[in-house]
């Protein structure tokens, strides 16, 4: 196995995970939007790019492993920090590095964004809950507290919506 091959992989890699990091920004002006429809399509596209991800890794994992069997490392995972460590070639090693610092970086802006979009969801299902309860609630109910008895003799029918079903 040539490195030329793993570096190949490496660089698909790189391309398809900024493609995945543009799609995580736009979904956060998406969901800042609350366009459901288009952020729908972004998410389909994602899942598609996340599965060809999965697939290079995958690809790329073993062919480092036989990289390093056909050289004569045994007991190696396919792990690229590895790698860079046994290669011998200068510039294969120098192209390697900046390679794996370049996925470093992008994978963790990848994180962060997503990081940011899961908790801008969890703020607008929040939000739509609060929402929901403000209409569920009975205007007509006292902000202090009521023994338990009381409240259970109460009319609660001027409700417009059943939260128990």
């Not at 073993?62 to 490392?73: E, H, K, P, V």
């Not at 011998?88 to 370049?102: F, G, I, P, R, V």
């Not at 997503?114 to 969801?121: F, R, W, Y």
């Amino acid at each position: 196995m040539s490195i030329s091959h793993i570096v190949a992989t490496l660089e698909q890699q790189l391309k398809l995970y900024e493609q995945l990091l543009e799609l995580e920004v736009s979904k956060k002006a998406l969901i800042m939007q609350n366009s459901i429809v288009q952020l729908n399509s972004v998410t389909q596209k994602e899942k598609l790019l996340t599965a060809q991800a999965e697939s290079l890794e995958q690809s790329r994992i073993l062919m480092t492993a036989r990289y390093f069997i056909d050289n004569g490392f045994r007991n190696r995972s396919g792990i690229l920090s590895d790698l860079v460590k046994l290669v011998s070639n200068a510039e294969d090693k120098q192209h390697l590095m900046h390679l794996h610092e370049t996925l470093t970086k992008v994978l963790k802006e990848l994180k962060h964004v997503n990081d940011l979009n899961q908790q801008l969801v969890k703020q607008s299902l929040d939000f739509i809950n609060f929402s929901i309860d403000l209409m569920v609630e009975d205007p007509n109910e006292e902000l202090v507290y009521q023994h338990p008895m009381k409240q259970l003799s109460g009319n609660r029918s001027n409700r417009i919506f059943d939260n128990r079903a």
